[in-house]
């Protein structure tokens, strides 16, 4: 055997049994061998690298099975990041500086991933203040998928006046006078939000190149190394997957994407489908970039956002005969599908026309599923589970779970949604986070929802029956994501024949008090064998250095996630990391940019991952 890479010296979950052991293999992408230091290192060749855990805790490579990484990283360098920001004033002085920046006609762009509970004031921006810190740059920023607050020269920007009307299912407030105000509501359909940022200028092809890498090698800082992308609106097939084709092509992927394929446009959904089909099919790719089906848009009259400050929206009456159409063609041509469905009213009316087309074409083994079922009945699992579908669950919940309970209540709160149950029940699970613009990328918040069923703000939603232990809630992110692009007993345990991805950790994820998971990092992340990222003691490892492009990207100052002293400390700096210093990169200038905020001290992260 020819081995390629040992790692050992650590303490390597597997998800098999073994549970853990010392060392692994890898050869041609490939986990070879795994078990004790001594077996592992006997196997070396005089080609081989050799990698000392350090004792290190490793787990496989986590796999989200429901994110938006394709469009996360066409706009990611567009993007002002207040993921894990600590206080509103820290925000909006970033905000502030960014649009300093900024040059016309290029807007600042906060988009999904924060909560105003995770902020020490608990609470969101005024348009006032919004309009204080930016009076001339046009700023959006966008709240879930309830809100978007544009300060008076987005207002310019986009065209909104007295005379604009308010598009179906959305609000434009405004005054006394009639004029908008700023406020942009989803009541309840987000078309609104996503129309709006829409207007907004685009990166070039070159930067969109640049801003993807940087994102997918954001995400390798937290140890994924697999996500099954959901598509997105005005996301189309083929036009918006040159960027990702072309980094494939040149092998300049850090993560591996099975991709859905999402309708644009309502009433035009089966026309949509009948046209991919005969343009690609399910499995297309490879390893590292594959076409995995359809969804999670399936038509239009289904999509149920889950805005919980709204009631919740009764579907269309032609779902059913619009959905049946749709299905009845997948079936028949093998595509797996996946359907967006957060209340279980959707989910009866959609497993009513499942269970028809079932009739006529059975489904027998197709990987179909619904995505986040918040509040789904028993009932409905037990309907899924005969129709051999899965649910992938998010930790939506954990940014918007107050929301939740001040219009439903505690009781109906505690499941939802119901995790454990769906585990007794035997129905395939797979976790992720539905990132960019609910809930953040960061894998290990999800994994504390899913462990301490508590939100990022911290109000615990469910009790011990529908929480996790962290074996099983890591089991979820990796073996239990592979079904879901029909990947299953191919990725997600650190065993002989599967891919080699794999994430050494900051702190030990099996040991740390649970307030601490979500903290945690990957000071090494490989994939297929590869180091995809490095930090600290890995950091010599690390890939090639990546500057920022345009320069006034917020990532050029800000980064993405931001990293307290404790992460910082921890998992120490990388040493490849590169920042902006007097007009230049610079290698030798690798400090954090430390701000003393409401919540203690903490950084901006902006040389961790910019390799």
């Given at each position: ?28 992408g ?61 925000a ?39 309009n ?21 020269a ?9 005379d ?9 407030q ?35 190149l ?19 992308d ?104 093998r ?46 699992i ?48 797979g ?15 999800s ?24 074996s ?20 997600g ?52 250095e ?37 007009g ?28």
């Amino acid at each position: 055997m020819v081995v390629d890479t040992i790692l050992h010296n650590a303490r390597i979950a597997t998800n098999r049994v073994p549970a853990f052991v010392e060392a692994v293999a890898i050869t041609a992408g490939t986990i070879s061998a795994a078990g004790t230091d001594e077996e592992i290192l006997r196997l070396r060749g005089p080609m081989t690298t050799v990698i000392d855990g350090n004792r290190r805790t490793v787990i496989p490579g986590l796999n989200d099975s429901h994110m938006h990484p394709i469009r996360g990283g066409l706009n990611f360098n567009l993007e002002l990041r207040w993921d894990g920001v600590p206080s509103l004033a820290d925000a909006l002085r970033m905000l502030k500086e960014q649009a300093a920046r900024t040059p016309a006609p290029q807007w600042v762009r906060v988009v999904g991933g924060w909560t105003e509970f995770q902020f020490a004031e608990r609470r969101m921006p005024t348009l006032d203040e919004i309009n204080s810190v930016s009076p001339d740059t046009p700023v959006f920023v966008m709240h879930l998928y309830d809100r978007v607050l544009l300060n008076r020269a987005a207002l310019r920007a986009v065209g909104y006046t007295k005379d604009t009307p308010n598009p179906p299912g959305g609000e434009i407030q405004r005054d006394k006078q009639g004029n908008p105000t700023g406020l942009l509501l989803a009541k309840p359909n987000a078309n609104i939000l996503y129309s709006t940022l829409a207007k907004g200028p685009r990166l070039s092809r070159e930067d969109q190149l640049n801003s993807s890498r940087l994102f997918f090698r954001e995400l390798n800082r937290f140890g994924i190394t697999s996500a099954i992308d959901a598509g997105g609106g005005f996301q189309n097939y083929p036009d918006d997957y040159g960027v990702v084709n072309e980094l494939h092509k040149k092998g300049e992927l850090s993560i591996r994407l099975a991709y859905n394929l999402f309708t644009q446009k309502p009433k035009q959904e089966l026309a949509d489908f009948q046209n991919w089909t005969k343009m690609t099919k399910p499995g297309d790719g490879d390893d590292f970039y594959r076409v995995n089906g359809a969804g999670e848009m399936l038509v239009f009259s289904a999509a149920d956002f889950e805005d919980f400050l709204q009631p919740r929206p009764d579907m269309a009456p032609v779902m059913e005969t619009e959905l049946k159409a749709v299905i009845h063609h997948l079936a028949e041509n093998r595509w797996p599908f996946r359907m967006h469905a957060t209340y279980d009213e959707t989910i009866s009316r959609a497993l009513n026309v499942y269970e028809e087309v079932n009739r006529e074409i059975p489904f027998d083994g197709l990987h179909w599923f619904f995505d986040h079922c918040e509040t789904i009945s028993d009932r409905n699992i037990e309907r899924i589970k005969s129709l051999g579908g899965g649910i992938a669950v998010q930790n939506r919940m954990a940014f918007q779970g107050e929301y939740f309970v001040e219009r439903y209540g505690a009781q109906q709160a505690k499941r939802t949604p119901p995790i454990q149950r769906m585990l007794e029940m035997g129905v395939p699970v797979g976790a992720g986070t539905d990132a960019t613009r609910v809930s953040s990328y960061n894998p290990f918040l999800s994994l504390y929802w899913l462990v301490t069923g508590k939100t990022i703000g911290g109000l615990s939603l469910y009790t011990e029956k529908n929480r996790l232990d962290r074996s099983k809630a890591l089991e979820l992110y990796t073996v239990g994501s592979s079904w879901f692009s029909t990947e299953d007993g191919k990725k997600g345990s650190l065993a002989p024949g599967q891919l080699g991805d794999l994430a050494v950790l900051s702190s030990d994820y099996f040991s740390i008090p649970e307030e601490e998971i979500k903290n945690l990092e990957s000071v090494l992340t490989i994939v297929g064998g590869k180091v995809v990222y490095a930090a600290g003691e890995f950091s010599s490892m690390a890939p090639p250095e990546l500057p920022v492009s345009p320069d006034w990207s917020p990532v050029n100052q800000n980064g993405g996630y931001a990293r307290s002293e404790e992460q910082s400390t921890v998992g120490a700096t990388a040493s490849h990391a590169m920042s902006w210093h007097d007009g230049k990169y610079s290698a030798a200038h690798k400090t954090h940019q430390w701000i003393l905020g409401d919540k203690g001290l903490w950084s901006l992260g902006c040389d961790c991952f910019a390799f």
